[in-house]
């Protein structure tokens, strides 16, 4: 069996709403975190994401300045100075399969739909812990592999192209970031 | 904050797309433990969930009140963006903190009223009674709660409203595919 040692992780909790950031502070702190930090606007949110470099980020969607999806776009930049794959968790109201999408396509790494539970937040934390995804890069994404199922024999308009593979060896982004702290 | 020893990223390059696989960073952070020490978080987290509950009905009133704010500024100064952001805000935060707050059906006539404003054609062409009906239900259920009897009242009184309100953007969205598609969509969270 596997435990997750929540006073090893850093959250940054987004949310615009202080009733939800208490709701939230409680159930991580109860799960055994010990650093939580807190924002109640996207634009906050990412000057904290850089400064205390957090493991996982829990959002809010609808947020005054700039909402928890253009926070997933920003922190999802590639050539970033910060930690472009950090796990984000979107934790919203809106429960619409058409949100979902845009919020996958984004970089949202898990999707969340209020109201929130203890076992819903945990499960989600776990995945990210516990099966992370490779990211992939196109000319218009980058963030966590959108597809969860794979099959070799999807032949659908939106498969990917193969190829010739190339592996190259690069410095670990995530030390570059660290670096530069 | 975790800490994971220095691995470097490996970049699969196909025609259109990169596959970037790290070593998994948070991978320190689970532990391998035997079952009898398995303690259950969740159980942790709910109790520490219920012991914030006394708190849950003063919560809940001021979602109401900042709703019933909103809907006097648009009667006051009518649809701006400004007024428009703050009525659906204030619903919204309602829609996904009611259920947990106790209050489940100020949560439904909540998303009832979110549907309205996001999908309306035009906001100033929507029934005036039609709004105000919806936060009046809202600020019945979180007011009248200690009644026993009002549970079922207050979801009768959510599922009207939403019947109404789908009625209204059923017809007002007939020409608009893409909005009487996803007025139509079914909720990826289960019902109440």
Known sequence: ?181 | MAKSKSAPVQISTFADHHVITQPNPLRNVLRRVAERDLDDPVARAEKALAGLSGEFKNWMAIEADRLSDAHAAILRDGFTEVTREELFRAAHDIKGDAATFGFPSAGAAAESLCRIIEHAPDLDEVPSNLIAHHINAIQAIVRERTKLDTAATAGELSKQLRGIADAFLAHANRDRPEHLEAVLAPSIAPAE
Request: net charge positive; aromatic share 8%.
């Open chain 1, 1 to 181: 069996m596997f435990r997750i040692d929540f006073n090893k992780l850093r959250f940054l909790v987004c949310d615009d709403n202080p009733h939800m950031r208490r709701i939230l502070r409680t159930l991580l702190h109860s799960f055994g975190a010990r650093e939580v930090y807190e924002s109640e606007d996207g634009a906050t949110a990412l000057e904290m994401y850089s400064h205390y470099v957090p493991d996982i980020v829990i959002t809010d969607w609808s947020m005054p300045i700039f909402d928890g999806l253009e926070l997933a776009q920003m922190i999802r930049q590639p050539e970033s100075k910060g930690n472009p794959y950090a796990p984000i968790i979107m934790l919203t109201g809106h429960s619409e399969k058409r949100r979902v999408t845009v919020a996958r396509d984004a970089g949202v790494t898990e999707f969340l739909a209020k109201p929130i539970s203890a076992k819903g937040l945990y499960q989600r934390i776990l995945n990210v812990v516990a099966n992370p995804r490779p990211f992939i890069k196109t000319k218009t994404y980058f963030g966590p592999d959108r597809r969860r199922n794979t099959t070799n024999t999807y032949i659908g308009p939106e498969r990917r192209i193969g190829g010739e593979v190339e592996v190259l060896q690069q410095p670990s982004l995530l030390d570059k970031a660290r670096s530069t702290i």
